[in-house]
């Protein structure tokens, strides 16, 4: 994304206006040897109250980054999001599954049938609900449908609105991974993270062992193919 973010933290006591002043004073002194056309550095002074209470980490093991996501989005942060106190659940990292409509020029050429067209079908003959991507001549296009019934098979059985013709007939559609727009890592090993808010008025000893019993249990009936740490608790 062409950013870079450092943190430093300080020893509960430290007279934070002096020492914001030095650390703005040492940025400014290795600006001017930064890469050209480097925007200036910013110093930004941030709450503890602002970090994550709990950092949770899903890590494969005989499974895929994705099958951990999949656990993240559809068990665990159901289950954290139900326990009073706190404010925010957040997934960092792993991987997204997306479905994926690949149309072959030719084809789409010789039956005069253009993208916008095919974004119609699928709109019209789903709904409305983020779905993927399409690819025609090398440029992707974000396209929509629903939750209700997204399958391939469903899919490529679309009709074009006023021809005679399915998605089918126009190219390919599968599965692909999502783009990452973040990663994150455990020990050097890609995983799949959760942050964890509590709110203000919370005990962090009662939401630490809520979220402890949660992960505790998943990890008892949970896959073999990832297990679950917790790597922060604050």
């Not at 954290?80 to 599954?97: A, K």
Request: hydrophobic content about 35%; aromatic content about 4%.
């Amino acid at each position: 994304q062409g950013i870079s973010v450092i943190t430093v933290q300080f020893a509960w006591g430290t007279d934070m206006t002096v020492t914001g002043a030095e650390l703005r004073e040492a940025v400014d002194r290795v600006y001017t040897v930064l890469p050209e056309h480097t925007d200036r550095p910013m110093v930004v002074s941030r709450s503890a109250d602002t970090e994550p209470m709990m950092v949770i980490a899903l890590i494969p093991e005989a499974g895929t980054l994705l099958q951990a996501t999949e656990f993240a989005e559809t068990t665990l942060i159901t289950k954290l999001r139900h326990i009073p106190g706190i404010s925010g659940v957040l997934r960092v990292g792993g991987e997204e599954q997306e479905i994926t409509v690949e149309m072959d020029p030719l084809l789409s050429s010789a039956r005069n049938t253009d993208i916008l067209e095919v974004a119609r079908a699928i709109s019209e003959g789903t709904g409305e609900y983020s779905l993927g991507s399409i690819v025609h001549r090398d440029i992707e296009y974000q396209v929509s449908a629903a939750p209700e019934d997204t399958s391939l098979e469903t899919l490529r059985n679309l009709p074009i609105p006023g021809k005679q013709m399915k998605i089918r007939d126009l190219g390919k559609v599968g599965l692909s991974i999502k783009e990452q727009t973040s990663i994150s890592s455990f020990r050097g090993k890609e995983c799949t993270g959760v942050l964890v808010w509590k709110t203000d008025q919370s005990s962090p000893v009662r939401i630490s062992r809520e979220v402890r019993r949660v992960v505790r249990e998943l990890g008892r009936s949970g896959s073999p193919s990832f297990r679950i740490e917790i790597v922060r608790d604050s």
